[in-house]
């Protein structure tokens, strides 16, 4: 089971996705019943799926001995990996009409996971493959029917709290990018829709008990919420600290029927 996120990590297979220019990917470590493993996954898949013409999972790739003690790749690992990967993709886009969903990487195996018509002959071909180019590597496939695509919406997909990670560190890594330590506390800007004034005076007495400053109440920007709130509070902006005070704050919005739209702040060097 999937339970919490450990660390966000952008660099790890930029050769294997510089391929799907088209898709939009993201990538996250996460903590399951074993230990850590990490997903590359096409987040744009989620508005299309299930894909009633491609109703079977099939997932392929490899065992491989060159892993860290937690079961991820070592270092040096990566380059015959992605080129693993890279010659499946290839291969199954030879043999048949997919859908490439994202890659799973746990306990010293990896695999690409795929949305297909029919599995009649992949996983021959695969191992074909791996055998022939790929020797010390030991196939490893996981195939079944999968009509609700739940393998890519339930697993590979990313829950609500790992999407906020997401999100915050792509604005923290901006901030490292122009000098910024993180460590010293600033004013953190954080912007907040409701559908009703009410629902938005109901997140407003919450902001007001939690010493936030309410800098600006506006209406008619947003068609489904159009009642918009701006407030603002004196607070650090390391991972672990903006994390835990986004998700609160998309918490409080939720009870009160509203959705959080994100934060902003100045760089502190």
Known sequence: MKTIVLLLSFFLYQHYLSAQDDSYWETYLASYEKGPGS???????????????????????????NCTKEGLPAPLAFTTLNKISDSIVVLVNRLKTNTLAGTF?????????????DTFGLKQEVTSLITKRFPGYTPAFLIREDMNWNAYLSFLYPNE?????????????????????????????????????????CFVYYAVSKKFRIEAKENGGNA?????????????????????LTLSLK????????DYDGWETVVVK
Not at 42 to 47: A, E, I, Q
Not at 236 to 242: K, N, P
Not at 251 to 258: D, I, L, P, S, V
Request: net charge positive; glycine share 4%.
């Open 39 to 65: 997903t590359v996954v096409n987040m744009g898949l989620k508005k299309i799926a299930p894909d009633n013409n491609k109703t079977f999972l099939f997932a392929a790739g490899v065992q491989f001995k």
């Open 251 to 258: 918490e409080e919005a939720k009870k009160c029927k509203g």
């Open 105 to 117: 990487t746990y306990q010293c195996e990896r695999k690409d996971y795929f949305y297909v018509t």
């Open 161 to 201: 709290e790992t999407i906020e990670y997401i999100s915050n560190q792509k604005v923290i890594m901006q901030l490292q990018k122009a000098g910024d330590k993180l460590d010293t506390p600033r004013q953190v800007d954080h912007w907040l829709y409701f559908k009703s004034e009410a629902d938005r005076e």
């Open 224 to 244: 489904s919420f159009p009642f918009t709130v701006h407030i603002s509070r004196t607070d650090r902006v390391d991972l672990a600290s903006i994390n835990q």
